[in-house]
Each structure stands twice: as structure tokens, then as C-alpha cells.
């Protein structure tokens, strides 16, 4: 089987197809009558609806969004509604607990966007579903906390982010037998050259244009780090301690360039009765590598992202911006990936803004749609499952749909509202169409 690889989505336009208005016109008499021998006009039934414009098709889906509920283990299909209303039609659902999916935390596409992985922390596994019809494929027993899967960049394998072993798992794949074995893995602790007893597990991790994999550390701040993977020999090629590089969460590389970017996000400390503690105050900042030479060199060091806990981002698809969001603040920056400093602030990624984060919308994972006309951003639910209460807590389960150009919320899809139990948090989109620049990591 021959693979088209996210390289190779070239964007062909929506065809607008013409409406060509044909007449009949039939030979003139010879002779007219004058004006006093003609006779008058037939009447018209002002009800013939003939001359009515046909109603217009909606436009063919170019996309489809998978939103993860992981508090009711289901995955949610949505497709823009061919409309210019910003909205969004349900298309289908996945039960991934019908799989011991428990949690479904993170989503992730082969290079051909034929598949997607779902990290599922409490099921401690990762579940593989062919992204056409749906199907479960593969359901790999990686860990418990299995926090993050992606394929490598030549859908070889599936490296398996697995906090609860604080390991990272190799998954040998073969797409088109459609076969998964898990294969090695590498421990994660002390003993690794570069890090203390400090640091804590693999979080997420993505790829260089080298091909190594570069993987934050946490979950918590005080247990930040960085390893990064040499896919040749599946080792670890370096590491960096939480004091040099207190990263815990995001992993982005530039899509063109040899620059790779990561937050580092802690929520407001607070007691044993979840009340801030005063004089004591979260963290919000981003990190820049080099990317270019044998070895990894941090060049932009904890530059802020204007609010408390900063956590996912996203670059838009013409690589011009970088947006990087606060969970607890429910704000966030745009970077310029040219000069990698901060331009503009953006207000709000859920409605509900507030100082009290507990009466606050918390949004967690970014992701764009290929078009470049919306960011689709999760917002965690108001018993959230994962992360500090804190910060994680939201007000409205769903997504966000910001207008790239403006900053501005233009929709709000909530599958389940009122379900108490409901809680986004991973979520991914697939082209169904071609596009002229890579849509997602790895580039």
C-alpha cells in the first residue's frame, strides 16, 4: 500500500460550481401586430415556484474533529456543518471503554491520518482505531498511566509516553498488515546521565527534524525534565535536569525550522483545604530549542505566557503564529516563531472567565484546523480526572472554536452538558481533504 504522508497534503480548493442559466429562445414572426391587435399577457400563477433559486448543498466536509471525553470514555466525531455559522455536526461517537479504554486521554494520527491512537491512563493501554470506519485495530496493554502515544514520523512505531512505570514503550507497528507488538522500553529515572531523583515520568513528547523524540518530564512541576530519544538505537541520546529545564507538559517542533518548543505549567499552590496560599504563586512559561546539531542547546529560557499553568498549544497552519494556552487562567499569548517572543494576549479560550478558577472555563489541549480558520481548543469538565483540581476544574465540557483571525470565541460544542461526569481533554484533527501545508506534528 502506498502512504501519502502529512508532507504531501496539497490543498485544492473548494470547488464552486457555476449555475449556467439557459434560455430558449424561439424565431421571431415575420409580421407584429400592432400594439392595438395585441393580444394581453397570459396571467401568471404567482405561485409557480420556478423561478425559485435552488437551495444550496452544504459543502463537503474537508476535515473531522475527535474530541475526548476521558470522564465518560467516549470519543466524539464532529464535521464543520458546511455553513458559515462556525457550527459543527455530531457525526459519530467511539466507546472506548467498551475496549477497557478507561480514560481517554490523548489522540494522535499515523502520517496518513488512516489511524489514530488513544493513550488511555486508566486503562493502562493504548487502543488503535482505523480512523475511516471506526474500527478497533489494535488494544496494546502499554502501562498504567499511559499518558501519550504517537507514531514515529515513518509510522515504524508507536512510542508510548507511560507515566505510572515512568517508562517510555516502543510499539512495533505495521500498518498495512495492520500489526502492533510491543516491543522495548526505556526506564526513566535516576540513572539516566543528566537527571537527578528529582525529575518524574515521560509526558508527552514529539519529533525534531532529526527524527528524535523529545519528551517533557512530570506530571508535576517540582518533577520537570526533559530526555531526548535516539530512534537509531532507541536510547537515550540526552537529558536535562528540572533545574536547567523545569518542562512538564507541552512538546512542539516548528513546522519548517530547527526549532522545537515546550511549556512548563504549575498551578497556584495551595492547602490541604485547596485555598491559595498567600504570597506563593503558580508558573506560566515556554522554552526554545536548537534543534539543529548533535546536540539539543535551549535558546529561549522561561519566557512568560501571561497567566498561571501553562499547558497545550498550537501553531497556525501558515507556521506565522504560535498560540500556547494557561489552563488556570482560561488566557494565553500568541508567540512569533521569528523572533519567539510574545505579540499578542488572548483574552479567553473558554466563556466562562473569572479570577475564582473554580468558576472558570479550564482549557487544556490546542489543536488547528487544517484550513487555518479556527483553533478548536478542550475544556475540562467540573470533576475533572486528571490534573491539579486547581487549576483543571471547569465550567463548560466541550470545546472552543476561535476565529484565528480575530482571537474570538465563535462557538462552543458541548456533547454532553450535563452530564457531571463529562471532561475533555485530548483532542485531534483529521483532513479529509488535501491542504498545503502539514496539519499536524510530526512535520
Known amino acids: 500500500m502506498k502512504r501519502t504522508t502529512r508532507r504531501r497534503f496539497i490543498h485544492t480548493g473548494g470547488a464552486v460550481g457555476a449555475i449556467g442559466l439557459a434560455g430558449c429562445l424561439g424565431e421571431e414572426p415575420d409580421d407584429e401586430p400592432e400594439a392595438d391587435d395585441a393580444e394581453p399577457p397570459e396571467e401568471t400563477d404567482d405561485t409557480d415556484d420556478t423561478d425559485d433559486e435552488p437551495e444550496e448543498e452544504p459543502a463537503e466536509a474537508t476535515y473531522e474533529i475527535w474530541a475526548a471525553d476521558q470522564g465518560t470514555n467516549t470519543i466524539y466525531i464532529y464535521e464543520p456543518a458546511g455553513n458559515p455559522d462556525a457550527e459543527f455536526d455530531l457525526v459519530d461517537e467511539i466507546d472506548t471503554g467498551a475496549a477497557d479504554g478507561e480514560v481517554p486521554h490523548m489522540v494522535a ?113 517540582g518533577e520537570a525534565g526533559l530526555v531526548i530519544v535516539d530512534h537509531d538505537e532507541f536510547e537515550i541520546a540526552q537529558a536535562f535536569d528540572g533545574d536547567e529545564l523545569p518542562t512538564n507538559c507541552g512538546t512542539m517542533p516548528h513546522p519548517t525550522e530547527d526549532k522545537f518548543y515546550l511549556t512548563a505549567g504549575l498551578p497556584t499552590p495551595t492547602d490541604d483545604d485547596g485555598e491559595p496560599i498567600e504570597g506563593e504563586e503558580g508558573v506560566g512559561d515556554y522554552y526554545v530549542l536548537d534543534t539543529s546539531g548533535d546536540e539539543v542547546e ?20 501558515d507556521a506565522e503564529e504560535l498560540w500556547v494556552l494557561n489552563r488556570e487562567t482560561n488566557d494565553g499569548v500568541v508567540v512569533d516563531p521569528e523572533t519567539d517572543e510574545v505579540i499578542e494576549e488572548i483574552e479567553a479560550f473558554g466563556p466562562d472567565q473569572a479570577d475564582d478558577p473554580d468558576e472558570s472555563d479550564a482549557p487544556d489541549i490546542l489543536w488547528g484546523s487544517p484550513d487555518g480558520e479556527f483553533m478548536f481548543v478542550t475544556l475540562r469538565g467540573q470533576n475533572p480526572v486528571s490534573g491539579d483540581p486547581h487549576a483543571a476544574t471547569g465550567v463548560t465540557s466541550g470545546f472552543g472554536v476561535l476565529d484565528v483571525e480575530t482571537r474570538d470565541i465563535v462557538e462552543v460544542v458541548e456533547p454532553d452538558p450535563d452530564d457531571e461526569d463529562s471532561d475533555f481533554h485530548g483532542i485531534g484533527v483529521r483532513p479529509l481533504a488535501e491542504f498545503d501545508a502539514a496539519t499536524s506534528p510530526p512535520y
Open 298 to 317: 535551549v535558546i529561549v529560557e522561561s519566557e512568560s505566557t501571561e497567566g498561571i499553568d501553562a499547558h497545550g498549544f498550537w501553531f497556525t497552519s
Open 109 to 221: 494520527y499515523s502520517s496518513d491520518y488512516e489511524y489514530a491512537a488513544i493513550a488511555c491512563t486508566a486503562g493502562a493501554r493504548t487502543l488503535v482505531y482505523r480512523t475511516e470506519d471506526r474500527e478497533l485495530v489494535a488494544n496494546l496493554e502499554t502501562g498504567p498511566g499511559s499518558h501519550f502515544a504517537g507514531f514515529t514520523p515513518d509510522d515504524g512505531a508507536l512510542i508510548v509516553d507511560v507515566i505510572g512505570e515512568s517508562r517510555i514503550v516502543r510499539v512495533d507497528v505495521d500498518l498495512d498488515e495492520e500489526a502492533f507488538e510491543i516491543d522495548e522500553a526505556l526506564d526513566i529515572d535516576e540513572d539516566v546521565d543528566g537527571l537527578t531523583e528529582e525529575e518524574g515520568a515521560p509526558i508527552c513528547h514529539s519529533y525534531d527534524h532529526q527524527g528524535r523524540s523529545i519528551h517533557t518530564l512530570g506530571p508535576g512541576y
